[in-house]
């Protein structure tokens, strides 16, 4: 029998609801939830709720959190579809179109990045809002709660969180339950961590292998911009932008330009799955791309056309700089299998990366103060980044003054998971064993099970998950 390195794949498996009682009780702890991208509250008494959903929105979950948001005070709960609000038909996305995640840059207004962060119904919303004005919260969006916010523009304050239960399988989730109190626990060993750091290493089996150093200063003004609950930002450049809102940055104070040198390589994205594909950087900025079948050509071809672009306050000439190493931390999250192939997520594959341990690496561009906006709108340019994710890198930081790596994320396990304090604290809650460990964990061939990862999985991903889907496996 073959012993691999990394842990074999697993899967959660959640029925399908037939009534609005199997929906209840958790429907009441998430109105009881106040922090973490599934929180519904705190609600206010009297509140005036409005529920920005998708087509597919399932009926007994929809039934189930009004109930529970008016049993914690809510006067009035309400949907609207998406498509309503833009004037559109609903749209449906399939995680075979992984390369579609590259339309997000040449598709998208100049003041946001736009299939990602819904600028097409931002409007709509706005407007709907403007003429109902007794509406005090907002759920709306799959992520980028920061951007969503900043959407809604004068209604901004109104913003609760994203709204990503029109799926059954992700309003199941145990991840959305998890306990506060050992969620923050988790994310705060890897905040104090960061702030040490004198230099970074992430490598992956897949063939990821960046690396760049930082100085005592550029350590301290990134671990002040890496926390936002369930995604922390692992990545100096994109901690220290003006675009960061939860950090008090002046366009004036350029954000942190590491000497990042490297390659990235996986096989998905935001939007689904790719062939095999490398990404190659120099001191930061995108040289060469090899592979990944359509949305390696289409990189290749956005880089030249956009190659004497200068962003304000960036060191040179091009459109794609290495800006995004996002970590999510929900421990109990999952891809999807319901609607993998058939979703009215705009991005599709979204859920796998909200794992903890799991990476989405992203190159494009930060906005960084009002300068970058209007060289964006001056010169018709699209604004934001694209991904690649990484299910099981190592993160290291090498110590301040030291000799020794520290190892954040080990092979896809965070590490702070391990700490004997943080285990003891779990037993307040139930089994550390179980709530320290993760439910789903994905099928590399040839990495963490049977198989050969660049003839059976790399090549195609889509057909290999389709293969394990028919014999039943975990996917």
């Known amino acids: ?61 929809k039934e189930a959190i009004s109930r529970a948001l008016m049993e914690e005070g809510a006067e009035k709960v309400e949907y609207i579809l998406e498509n309503e609000l833009s004037g559109g038909k609903p749209r449906v996305f399939n995680t075979e179109q992984g390369w579609k995640e590259a339309d997000t840059v040449e598709n998208t207004p100049w003041d946001m990045s736009g299939a990602m962060f819904y600028t097409d119904i931002s409007e709509g919303l706005r407007t709907y809002l403007d ?3 007794d509406i005090t919260g907002v759920y709306w969006g799959l992520g980028g709660r920061d951007h969503q916010s900043f959407q809604m523009r004068h209604h901004g304050a109104k913003f609760r969180n994203n709204w990503i239960f029109n799926s059954w399988e992700e309003f199941l989730s145990r991840g959305n339950v998890y306990p506060d109190e050992l969620w923050l626990e988790i994310e705060r060993r890897i905040v104090d961590a960061v702030g040490k750091a004198s230099e970074v290493r992430i490598t992956d089996p897949e063939g990821t292998h960046l690396e760049y150093k930082l100085t005592p200063t550029e350590a301290r003004r990134w671990q002040q911009g890496v926390w936002l609950h369930g995604h922390l930002f692992m990545d100096p450049l994109m901690a220290t932008v003006q675009e960061n809102t939860r950090v008090d940055v002046s366009p004036d104070v350029p954000p942190v330009f590491r000497d990042l040198n490297g390659v990235l390589a996986g096989t998905s994205n ?18 060469d791309v090899k592979g990944g079948g359509k949305y390696g050509e289409m990189i290749l071809a956005l880089k030249e056309k956009y190659k004497n672009v200068r962003w304000p306050g960036y060191p040179q000439k091009g459109f794609f700089w290495f800006c995004d190493t996002a970590l999510c931390t929900l421990v109990k999250a999952f891809r999807h299998r319901y609607d993998l192939f058939k979703s009215y997520w705009r991005l599709p594959n979204l859920a796998e990366r909200n794992r903890a341990g799991v990476f989405h690496l992203g190159f494009g561009s930060r906005r960084h103060g009002r300068r970058y906006l ?102």
């Open 374 to 475: 209007n060289y964006a709108k001056k010169n018709k340019l699209p604004t934001g980044h694209i991904h690649v994710h990484n299910y099981f890198a190592t993160y290291e930081i090498k110590i301040q003054g030291s000799d020794y790596w520290y190892k954040i994320v080990d092979k896809g396990w965070l590490t702070a998971m391990d700490d004997p304090e943080l285990r003891a604290l779990g037993v307040k809650y139930g089994d550390p064993a179980d709530l320290f460990s993760y439910d789903w964990v994905p099928p590399l061939p040839g990495i963490n099970c049977e198989g050969d990862y660049f003839k059976d999985y790399a090549p195609n991903p889509v057909r290999y998950l389709k293969k394990r889907i028919k014999e039943k496996k975990p996917i």
């Open 1 to 61: 029998m073959t012993v691999y390195n990394y842990p074999g794949p697993i899967a959660p498996e959640y029925k399908k609801p037939t009534s609005v009682k199997d929906c209840l009780p958790q429907a009441r702890l998430l109105a009881k939830k106040t922090v973490g991208r599934g929180a519904m509250g705190p609600v206010k008494k009297g509140d005036r709720l409005l529920i920005v959903t998708l087509a597919d929105q399932n009926k007994y979950v």
């Open 270 to 287: 935001h939007m689904g799955y790719i062939p095999h594909m490398q990404v190659f950087f120099e001191h930061g900025r995108l040289v």
């Open 131 to 133: 003429k109902n004005p």
